[in-house]
T-cell receptor, first 115, second 114 residues
Framework: AQSVTQLDSHVSVSEGTPVLLRCNYS??????LFWYVQHPNKGLQLLLK??????LVKGINGFEAEFKKSETSFHLTKPSAHMSDAAEYFCVVSHDTGGGNKLTFGTGTQLKVEL | DAGVIQSPRHEVTEMGQEVTLRCKPISGHNSLFWYRQTMMRGLELLIY????????DSGMPEDRFSAKMPNASFSTLKIQPSEPRDSAVYFCATKTGGMNTEAFFGQGTRLTVV
């Protein structure tokens, strides 16, 4: 079965410092992985995706993630946090079910950015 | 394209009433997902369709919930009768292609059952 585990439910950083949001996945074959962001009272927006091309994936707003098969991880990073990055972040795995693609979401990580 | 369109954006209803949430997918997208989001349970997949056919409805909480996709451009999620514990934000998401393509989310419907 495919699943994702987000290791931190809450992360707090100071503006200008690096961000690290952790995600581990479980998949019986090469997965497709995504990070989505949800700002308060908004829908979910795609940040970036990994689809077995380059292992280092760059997304919007300066975020990037590295796929590490040996560690079954897909951690999200950003060198310098901005106040506007405060939001909830979801790690997602996509897998075929025979009749379509199912998206399995992690439980989310709430990012707080402080002055 | 206007993206995934959900209606209504907000719904307040009394316990026992029927509620219908609507979703218009992005044109050409052949997979559609209904999610429910609450503080307590996070984001839960309720049901998803592929080419208008329900593939997995194991996340539908109980018989009070039903979903349909009569054609490629419209889906509904119905709750009858509604209960206060159904209060949540309901999201519709659609995608095309295989595993490598991302899903696009609507803005959600905030349902309050009083």
């Amino acid at each position: 079965a495919q699943s994702v585990t987000q290791l931190d439910s809450h992360v707090s950083v100071s503006e200008g410092t690096p961000v690290l949001l952790r995600c581990n996945y479980s998949s019986s074959y090469s997965p497709s992985l995504f990070w989505y962001v949800q700002h308060p009272n908004k829908g979910l927006q795609l940040l970036l995706k990994y689809t077995s091309a380059a292992t280092l994936v760059k997304g919007i707003n300066g975020f990037e993630a590295e796929f590490k098969k040996s560690e079954t991880s897909f951690h999200l990073t950003k060198p310098s946090a901005h106040m506007s990055d405060a939001a909830e972040y979801f790690c997602v795995v996509s897998h075929d079910t025979g009749g379509g693609n199912k998206l399995t979401f992690g439980t989310g990580t709430q990012l707080k950015v402080e002055l | 394209d206007a993206g995934v369109i959900q209606s209504p954006r907000h719904e307040v209803t009394e316990m026992g009433q029927e509620v219908t949430l609507r979703c218009k997918p992005i044109s050409g997208h052949n997979s559609l997902f209904w999610y429910r989001q609450t503080m307590m349970r996070g984001l839960e997949l309720l049901i998803y369709f592929n080419n208008n056919v329900p593939i997995d409805d194991s996340g539908m909480p109980e018989d009070r919930f039903s979903a349909k996709m009569p054609n490629a451009s419209f889906s509904t999620l119905k709750i009858q009768p509604s209960e206060p514990r159904d209060s949540a934000v309901y999201f519709c998401a659609t995608k095309t292609g295989g595993m490598n393509t991302e899903a696009f989310f609507g803005q959600g419907t905030r349902l309050t059952v009083v």
